[in-house]
């Protein structure tokens, strides 16, 4: 019987072995989301996220100066909104001069001038309704949820570009409305920002149920109804794709695939038909399931966590978003 | 600006959903694996596999009776050696009369009669020193994992021929070997099997950290050494890709990927290539994050389970080897 | 001489049958095209499509009753205007409020609620030359076709608006000018109905000698020229798929491969390219084929249309629309 | 509403058109296939198959002499048994010196020296059984179809030997067995012939409803079974992709599809996945098809004739084997 | 040892051969560029093209009639203007009347009707910076390259419109300014003239070093900075990848990969994602390259021109823009 | 006129650099061609080579430390017989003892024990007729070249083990002939070195005019006939990937591109297809032209060759073999 088909002799030499081998994984490759609290002050624990917490903006160096010295490259802001007052249809608190994301972007451009800043747009976190969208009054009244698709981008384009201009390098919309890509973009072409704000699009974001303890995170909880209207139900392979069609023929400058680990086919269906970088975001499910099975001893936190990044190289991701930049920062720095 | 990619149309009728929903989970793709000890009478908890039990060969009912009336049609089995002297160096009792794979066989073949019989066909359960092949004696005595690689697959070739007389429908080989697919079709062909027993593949086994929990089951840990000579490194496509023609072109009917779940763009990868129905094998790691992280309120366990299903169907896997079947037959009952 | 590549051992078992086979035709894949004349009480029969007929609106019923309750779930409309004095250079009658087509789906809509009404958009069928565009009026009289493209696509966007609003749930373009698809979307978004009426493309429609008897049908024979100019060559696979690239930015929700049969590499070529569902049409000439050669004893007319449909549905279509409708409805009734 | 693809610039300058054109159809790649009768001197109509004709080899000149006039460069014989006694078991006339075949590649070799003469290799114009192979005897009593698909691989290479050695310049086996490529490339290796006689494999053969008219062309019905069990499903890619990866590992150098017209999907699937020629077999149902409808004046048949060969060639084929070939011959000769 | 891949059988006879053949070159393949002078009566010796000039617009005429008549089809002409005064910020003089390409135009349309014309679309050559855009002249002083996008690509637009006004029958923008297809498609349709001017896009334009001849016979070497700006990343496929989707999506009729030889892998992929006509330009270097090496003796002139293009078309390109069209055209002329 | 796909904005902060830029080029990926003479103490001058030498065993010291040094890592051996006494039919000096490679192996090895040594097999170099096979005798008489393949690949396969048992860590097959490669993996299977010895195989490897000066350089013209009958049409691309579908199958564990340059189309197609690594041969004729147009003038000898070797890794190869190997080593030290 012959099998001609060996894996060995291509890795019989030391020089062999390094022409197979692939790139490992690289500290600016992470990027780092942080909760970015509208109090002042605080550090508070997220109970379903073991380890992370709501930051006041001017407790943000406490957080940050040891990750960048470690080699933190670039971080994702949130703005968490406690006071339930803020809040309203149009989500008009997002880009007020102190609104937490605006007041971190001036204060990160400072502190830290080579740290890439990206932020999250989107309405949930400031609208009374928890939905990423405008939804129409009369209807939501009636407990039907309505989204206002046009109304919609063009507040999201308005919050991207006022945090375009407080300093954000980039701004990654996590809505899901169609056009809001292109929304964006138009905004900051009229604003003279479109060669300098790329945007990074959540463009294949499922309906997952892996999204749990995230909202405890946000404070972003709905008042009724769910996402599953704007968000890809979980087998919708060809959805995805009409939404990395989408994103892209309006302008996306990265695309992101969210959730990360259990969605790696999307990530190689994306690769394999675009040429912009590929972010994954490990989202806060992931995060629970590989800290909570390691602490049950079924493996080590740190191997398993890194099995997950290389998996995610390996399908085609080059940015990885995850909650465990810190300990992966700090695996990094003690391989070197 | 015009955003001509719309989501929403093409759902806005009921018969228009029809159109672009596709097919949902169905009983007859799980395939669940028993481990079947070689103790009479027993019902032994697998520690780190919280709901699975070894199982006595004259208990297998108990176990299965309930499951297939749900709708179970096929299992995985592996057989189970608590008396370390039944073991050698070239795994002899694997395929003896009264090792716990041909007992089962032939009392799930006479119980069960339409229930596909699978079996896994590999030497770690069976040998020595835990290992998947035959090592060179000598070597071993140094400490050198030297494979002996011709005698190996001569070896499995010899027990997959047994398992198939006793009653298999399908073998499975786990060893990673070069040409093993091969060598059991050789076997299978001399005895006028060819046609009637297929070879599902292990066909990219990476050397994950994720099968912590499973070696406990299978009582199979190494004596020395580790598994990563034989089986993939975690960031190879190359390596995975190659290892799947190799077994395609020995003739593999069936391939499998394990892990599953942080694999799937490997299962896109397998099946942009091949026209043989694809498998995954949700292993123990990924229980222990499904199961442990629902413990801890992260998420509802049947919805992420289901979850993580439909997402390895959308990768292009049809066939789900999962410890969860029990709970997903129910279920799939409760659905109907 | 080894040949490891077997067909057998991968269906040995009624199991590995089930896993291995493909999904079978259903009722609600089919769609009916039907001619409603702008004639009252009619039910002419058409010469060279045997076995259909033009119908007068008010007798849509006694055709359509029956094939509701053998499981009918979607019609594709076509107008068939008998009085050449309602025909000119605009086909302004196209749209008018007793125009066949708004008539019939006042009539439908009502009649059948969970009908899925298609109407076909076109201007041949009202325009004095038989032409699916609006010609340059002073270069028609020197003989020369000149297409007005914008003028054109303006009007099919109005007849399109009209159809919505009539109660059409789906708008189906055949005309093949540039820009049409793009032009109904955004006057269906001026009228807030972009998000509820979906396009189907004709797509790929082939100036192919197939259609000969569809013309009588339509009584649709144009009076100079032909239309070879803006339907695609029949060897053209790169202007075919330029053709999709076109009618996806514009966004078409589904997309029609014209004829089906024949031009099955198109549908698979189209299914790789897209993520939306795939019509064919099997036209008129391929109903003539499979008729004839039944009549005369090549083979069983209910076997090769099947057959037709099994091999469309192979190469990636998922929706058919035919003439052997009835036949198919009737057929899978028997197999059920 | 910007539409920015248009089809018509590219083409607007007669160079331009030029550099658009795919290539038209030559009579070089026509293949005529012809069935050759072991009675001496006949020309027997084929009921089903209007126009054409059982030949004695004593004949072939009036058939072929105007046709190579015209441009025939190859043909693919059939032999036609109309003496049941000289059919058995093996097949044993087949290769017998005085077996039409064998005695007509003597005559056409001598007569036409450029003509390239390609035989079908099958056991069932020779079988009791009018099976392609070779069946088990006593299961084939209790009316059980058991192919001895080792019996019958050998015995079509043996049969493809001959042929090669009496003068054909290439073997064609349309039987569907596992493995018959392989045996007859290492038969004619053993010969020194491997350099010289290719095989082109019937690769994709569906066990189609359109070879109805074959059967009486070449009087090889069936006593009892169908050929479903080893020809392919009809709606199985899946099946024809493993097939081709089958007939390719074995070493075929030209494989074909069977039937054509409805398969043109496959000739994409194929012509994208290997680099040897591809033929399609423009079967008898396709021929009635397009003959009785042409003849019932659904449209011009030389029109339609050669627009199923633009569209097999826009597929990927580039050999085309007809019954059409006379028709099409004339018809090129009069473009020229 | 089996070795079922034999390259030879599938050539064994003279028919099979030819159904192995791909195409030749032929000579409508090739478009000659020419550089146009703004001088009366001159032809300049190009010091680092060997054997090529720069004419004056009554000079083509000795240029063109031999070369028309040995079968070329079509040219590509640039401007060179030498009077520097003639030169400023926004290349006013490129669209005047007695600009070169303007003059050219209109002489070539009347002496050679049946010659396509088409003009490279620059700023290059008429800017007093020698940039391909309209500079920011406050940075510029300051020595920094900022690139005024919108106006360089509404003043390219404007040449475009010229030109084919003119009597250009393609327009070849190679300025790699994004939105200038889009802007030249969108000022041809105001004209009129949508259908008639086809867009040739330089679309995947490296920052090669192979172009340094180039400039001395375009008189257009830079006054400060350099293209890499503008022009793509010698090893940026996804770069290159991108450009292509952005121009496809602005409507480009034919695409060009610029430098052809060493960049055939993007032919190969641009080939494999659109389906418009492919050209490569064999630029200044590879000319000097090919010309120096036969001087040397490595090989003969024609063979490894020849060679090059077969090459070119391999990859997928059929439109070739080459200094050696008139040695191709004589050796083409030979071979005939 | 909106034109959404920016190639800028992705780039505008270094940190989006980082993540957009690919690999560069290292001196690990860099294979150095070393002709070694059948003479001691020579080093001579090859003519149509500048810059490089026949050496003698006894002097590659002088060559390689300094090459070593500057980070050299792999090394492809070329022996070059003067004495044409010592060529014969069979070529049977070539593993002798005192054969060139032989001694440089046991050389090398032992001086460079970290260096990579491969060889070149082939026949060329040593059988009198110059061809890389052996001929029949009678029919070369005739001037007619008729190769014996089984007889040449089993005396490729003993030359091959010969050199692997001298040293060499990998054998690199140049002579096209079918079945080569498994014919050598068979001899090193049954010599217990099948895993360690890799074959790097010439896959794609066609009669090009590039390769003049080499045969200089190897002493390797051919007495009669030329090398087109075995190596590849320079316009095939079908026969290519057909020869690399019959290497992997024969289990190449590298494949190689030659020419490289003018054939990264070729590379790209290949590294699409297989997961082994891909290397390109720029051969002497790419070396010519590079050498001579620098030395004319048309660019800087340094930066052409660089991009040279960043369009191949942009090709899809990662291993170079290259004379410009020394100038790359120190360019690359440069750099660091
Ligand atoms: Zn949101
Ligand atoms: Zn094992
Ligand atoms: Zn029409
Ligand atoms: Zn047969
Ligand atoms: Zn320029
Ligand atoms: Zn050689």
Not at 22 to 31: T, V
Not at 60 to 89: M, N, Q, T, W
Request: glycine share 8%; hydrophobic share 40%; aromatic share 8%.
């Amino acid at each position: 019987v012959p099998f001609p088909h060996l894996l060995h002799p291509g890795q019989s030499h030391p020089l062999l072995k390094q022409w197979n081998n692939g790139p490992s994984i690289k500290a600016h490759q992470l990027m780092f989301p942080i909760f970015v609290s509208d109090r002042t002050g605080v550090k508070e624990q997220i109970g379903s996220l073991p380890d992370h917490y709501r930051w006041g903006v001017d407790r943000l160096d406490e957080l940050l100066d040891p990750l960048v010295a470690l080699g933190l490259r670039s971080v994702l802001l949130f703005g968490v909104i406690s006071d339930e007052k803020k809040k309203d249809r149009t989500a008009s608190f997002a880009d007020k001069d102190d609104s937490p994301v605006p007041k971190a972007l001036r204060r990160l451009r400072e502190r830290y001038p080579s740290l890439l800043l990206a932020t999250d747009i989107c309405l949930c976190g400031y609208t009374s309704t928890g939905h990423c969208c405008i939804l129409c009054e009369n209807k939501a009244k009636q407990g039907i949820l309505h989204i206002e698709n046009q109304a919609s981008i063009e507040r999201l384009a308005q919050i991207a570009l006022s945090y375009a201009q407080a300093g954000a390098h980039m701004v990654a919309p996590s809505d899901m409305m169609d056009g809001r890509v292109g929304a964006i973009k138009y905004l900051l072409r009229s604003a003279g920002l479109e060669s300098r704000v790329p945007v990074m699009s959540y463009t294949a974001k499922f309906a997952s149920v892996y999204y749990g303890p995230f909202r405890d995170a946000a404070c972003s909880g709905m008042s009724f109804g769910d996402r599953s209207s704007y968000q890809l139900g979980v087998g919708s392979r060809e959805l995805a794709l009409r939404a990395l069609a989408r994103d892209v023929a309006e302008g996306a400058d990265f695309v992101m695939v969210k959730p990360g680990g259990p969605y790696l086919d999307i990530v190689r269906d994306v690769r394999e038909r675009v040429n912009v970088p590929v972010a994954i975001y490990q989202v806060s499910g992931e995060y629970a399931m590989l800290y909570h099975a390691a602490q049950a001893g079924a493996f080590g936190l740190k191997e398993a966590v890194l099995e997950s990044l290389v998996c995610a190289q390996r399908a085609g991701a080059s940015i990885f978003i995850t909650y465990f930049t810190p300990l992966l920062l700090q695996a990094l720095a003690q391989n070197k």
